[in-house]
T-cell receptor, first 113, second 112 residues
C-alpha cells in the first residue's frame, strides 16, 4: 500500500480567498483522486488527476473552482478557489492500488469563515 | 444516477454484541469495496468482493456480496471497542474503473 501525506492538515480561511492543498505519495502512481467529505457525510469524488493531462471533473465540480495540478507521478495539488463557508469540509486525496482499491491521505480539514 | 445506500445510519452496541451493516445499490454492481474510517481518521480499505454470492472473512468480520450483485453486507461478530468508526461500502457498475460510488456509511459505537 502507498503512504500518502497531505499539507496542510487543517486551515481556517476567510471567504473569498483560495487554499492550495498538497498531496505527496511515496511511490509513483498513475491516477490520483481528490474527494470531499463534509462533516458526518460520505465521500464525494471531485476529480481524477492523471500525470500529463488535464484533470477529469465529476458532475457538480468545475475547474475554475477546484483547479488541480499533477506535475509528476508522486505529487498533486488541489486549489479551492474563492472560498465560501459551504466549502468547509475535509478534502482527501487518494491513489489506486493494483486491484482498484483506494488508499487515502490523512485529509485536510478546511474551515471557511 | 447510481446511488448506494447503507442501513442503519447509526448503531450503538454493547461490547461483545454482533453488528451488521447493509449496503444497497440502485444498479447492478461489478464489484464492491468496504472501508473503515475511525473518528478523525481517513478511510482505510478493508476488502473487495467481485463474484455474485461471494463471502469473505477477516477474523471477526464477514463480508457478503448479494446474488444479484446489488447489495452487500458487513457483519462483525463480538464487537470490540476497536471496531468503533464509520463503515463505508463503495461500488462500481463497471469493472476496471476507478469510479466508485461511496455509500452513505454506518457509524458504529461500541459501549464498553
Amino acid at each position: 500500500s502507498a503512504v500518502i501525506s497531505q499539507k496542510p492538515s487543517r486551515d481556517i480561511c476567510q471567504r473569498g480567498t483560495s487554499l492550495t492543498i498538497q498531496c505527496q505519495v511515496d511511490s509513483q502512481v498513475t491516477m490520483m483522486f481528490w474527494y470531499r467529505q463534509q462533516p458526518g457525510q460520505s465521500l464525494t469524488l471531485i476529480a481524477t488527476a492523471n500525470q500529463g493531462s488535464e484533470a477529469t471533473y465529476e458532475s457538480g465540480f468545475v475547474i475554475d473552482k477546484f483547479p488541480i495540478s499533477r506535475p509528476n507521478l508522486t505529487f498533486s495539488t488541489l486549489t479551492v478557489s474563492n472560498m465560501s463557508p459551504e466549502d468547509s469540509s475535509i478534502y482527501l486525496c487518494s491513489v489506486e492500488g493494483q486491484n482498484y482499491e483506494q488508499y487515502f491521505g490523512p485529509g485536510t480539514r478546511l474551515t471557511v469563515t | 444516477g447510481q446511488q448506494v445506500m447503507q442501513i442503519p445510519q447509526y448503531q450503538h452496541v454493547q461490547e461483545g454484541e454482533d453488528f451488521t451493516t447493509y449496503c444497497n445499490s440502485s444498479t447492478t454492481l461489478s464489484n464492491i469495496q468496504w472501508y473503515k474510517q475511525r473518528p478523525g481518521g481517513h478511510p482505510v480499505f478493508l476488502i473487495q468482493l467481485v463474484k455474485s454470492g461471494e463471502v469473505k472473512k477477516q477474523k471477526r468480520l464477514t463480508f457478503q456480496f448479494g446474488e444479484a450483485k446489488k447489495n452487500s453486507s458487513l457483519h462483525i461478530t463480538a464487537t470490540q471497542t476497536t471496531d468503533v468508526g464509520t463503515y463505508f461500502c463503495a461500488g462500481t457498475g463497471h469493472s476496471g474503473t476507478y469510479k466508485y460510488i461511496f455509500g452513505t456509511g454506518t457509524r458504529l459505537k461500541v459501549l464498553a
